[in-house]
């Protein structure tokens, strides 16, 4: 008999990222490629095209193939995707025109809305919401009677053959979906969507469908692969790291700063843009900071940040007060779609302006960590590390001294390794 593999699929920012896993949780393929930056036709928008998700991830998924040993057989697949990136489609599943991106922050006035009608328990406030994001499309992109409601990750796992209208509970979270009953409120026909728009959420790791023949042919998949209800990048790569007990938390640092803090109940907060996600019996409490390596990439060449990276000094704080965002507005530790970055006074040293605004993000992510365990009623207890600031070793020292928990390795720093993790799910 073959060994069976489970494949993790990672739609992430800037690329896609695969890779195959055996019941050990052992790698034994991988494959990736970019992905170009979101279009924004007008400040504070951001767009893509579809295909560009889905001609990537068939190239990703062509070349994983052929990396796989013999005697080795993929069995299930799973995908995670952007949180809050949304699209209409027809029923059938073909796009109705762009989608908009995790932080596309245009549908303002469609937040105040929402603020009017949702609990505080829900996920879906905030401008950059998926829920949002429906509501512009509904008033500004008028689609016909019959379309529905896809996030990235729901769209491209359609592409490989399941059903439209099938979704995950993370995904969904955003899109105003309750995950402590476990269905869509009745609230969110008040503010005129139609249920028949909305996805059935799945929990991650259930079998959702089967890949299609042809696009299994295409790819040099079995015909019998399974399809898994995937989650969000942020949850995937929480899932990769080992975190599994109360009071563990995991932050991914990279172009945004998000926290995770593992929590026996859940924890909702508009005002401070926190959100609750089942995992398994317990509950990932977090949020989203406008923060993070954009902010870092806007002033800082790459050779710039390594040179400076090789200059910190965690021991000798700069005292420099900032606050350091790429753009105004911030999601979390607090909502405010106004705040303005704070990145003066700006000293001569660019090594000591680069410690400044790393510390600047440690102070945030410090902040943050309170919120979710005052809320939650959980002790923060350790903080692993994802994303491409989690090598950054000064950084890691600085962060570590402001939190006073032990900064753990995660046992896995890949999104696409927790997704695989789900995938292994259906097989297991």
């Given amino acids: 008999m073959p060994d069976v593999l489970a494949i993790g699929v990672d739609v992430g920012t800037s690329g896609i990222r695969a890779v195959a896993i055996d019941a050990h949780a052992e790698t034994h393929a991988e494959a990736a490629l970019p992905l170009p930056a979101p279009e924004s036709p007008m400040a504070g928008w951001q767009e893509q095209a579809p295909a560009l998700w889905r001609d990537t991830l068939f190239a990703v998924l062509h070349r994983l193939v052929q990396d796989i040993p013999r005697g080795y057989v993929p069995r299930s697949l799973a995908l995670d995707g952007t949180s809050g990136s949304l699209l209409l489609t027809n029923a059938s599943g073909t796009p109705l025109g762009p989608a908009l991106m995790y ?8 937040a105040a809305r929402i603020a009017t009608a949702a609990p ?29 409601t896809m996030h990235q990750a729901d769209w491209l796992l359609v592409q490989l053959g399941a059903a439209p209208g ?7 979270l955003k899109l105003g979906y309750d995950p402590v009953e476990r269905r869509w409120p009745d609230w969110l026909e008040t503010l005129g969507v139609p249920p028949t728009a909305l996805p059935s959420a799945h929990v991650p790791g259930a079998r ?11 790819l040099g998949l079995p015909a019998d692969l399974a399809l898994v209800a995937g989650t969000t990048d942020s949850m ?13 938390a995991v932050t991914s640092l990279g172009s945004t700063l998000v926290l995770k803090l593992l929590c026996r109940q859940p924890a909702f907060a508009p005002e401070y843009g926190i959100y609750s996600h089942r995992l398994g019996d317990l509950w990932l409490a977090g949020g989203a900071s406008n923060s993070g390596g954009a902010v870092l990439r806007a002033h800082f060449t790459d050779e710039e940040i390594a040179r400076c990276t090789d200059a910190l000094h965690p021991d000798a704080p700069t005292g420099l007060d900032y606050y350091p965002l790429p753009t105004p507005g911030e999601r979390f530790p607090f909502a405010a779609p106004n705040l303005q970055p704070r990145l003066t006074p700006r000293p001569d040293d660019l090594c000591r302006y680069f410690q400044g605004m790393l510390e600047g993000m440690a102070e945030i992510e410090q902040l ?46 890949e999104a696409a390794h927790g997704t695989a993790l789900l995938a292994l799910k259906a097989v297991a």
């Fill in 103 to 110: 932080a596309d922050r245009r549908a303002t006035a469609e």
């Fill in 166 to 172: 099938t979704s995950d509970e993370n995904n969904a």
């Fill in 236 to 248: 995937a790569a929480f899932i990769a790291t080992g975190a599994r007990e109360p009071g563990e």
């Fill in 368 to 413: 943050g960590y309170a919120h979710l365990q005052r809320l939650a009623g959980e002790t923060l207890r350790s903080v692993r590390s994802v994303g491409g600031g989690s090598v950054n070793v000064g950084w890691t020292r600085i962060r570590g001294t402001r939190l006073g928990v032990p900064m753990l390795n995660p046992t896995h720093r």
């Fill in 208 to 218: 959702v469908g089967t890949i299609g023949r042809q696009t299994a042919a295409a």
């Fill in 120 to 148: 505080a328990t829900s996920g879906a406030h905030g401008a950059s919401s998926a829920l949002a994001k429906l509501l512009w499309l509904m008033r500004h992109r008028p689609a016909a009677d019959g379309f529905r």
